[in-house]
């Protein structure tokens, strides 16, 4: 059964810096992309950032309105995930969701191909 898990969310002043993990299983780790989502409230869900399989090239790829705060890295032995967000704003509160997908590199920003999901872990950004 494949899984994924967040954790490292929580409560954090504008400002600050969050680290999420997310934990795989059941899944040949090294043969998936891995991304981060997430979605506020009200509002639909939108593309973070990605680590692209080592198949494909092994890139990170982000969402163009958070590149230089946000990056995402992958470690294959604990086959883990990070995205480590840092000068945090009250903008970037929502669920925050890891998901797997083997899509051709063109979709790799896309929600709709990516086919397991993690349950999600909160981030609240106070001003």
């Known amino acids: 059964q494949v899984q994924l898990t967040e954790s490292g969310g929580g409560l954090v002043q504008a400002g600050g810096s969050l680290r999420l993990s997310c934990a795989a299983s059941?899944?040949?780790?090294?043969?998936?992309?891995i991304a981060w989502f997430r979605q506020a409230a009200g509002k639909e869900r939108e593309f973070v950032g990605v680590s692209s399989r080592p198949g494909s090239g092994g890139r990170e790829y982000y969402a163009e309105s958070l590149k230089g705060r946000f990056t995402v890295s992958r470690d294959i032995a604990k086959q883990m995930v990070f995205l480590q967000m840092n000068s945090l704003k009250p903008e970037d509160t929502g669920i925050y969701y890891c998901a797997s997908s083997t899509v051709a590199l063109s979709g790799i920003r896309e929600s709709a191909m990516y086919r397991v999901w993690g349950q999600g872990t909160q981030v609240t950004v106070s001003s």
């Open positions: 059941g899944l040949a780790f090294r043969n998936y992309h």
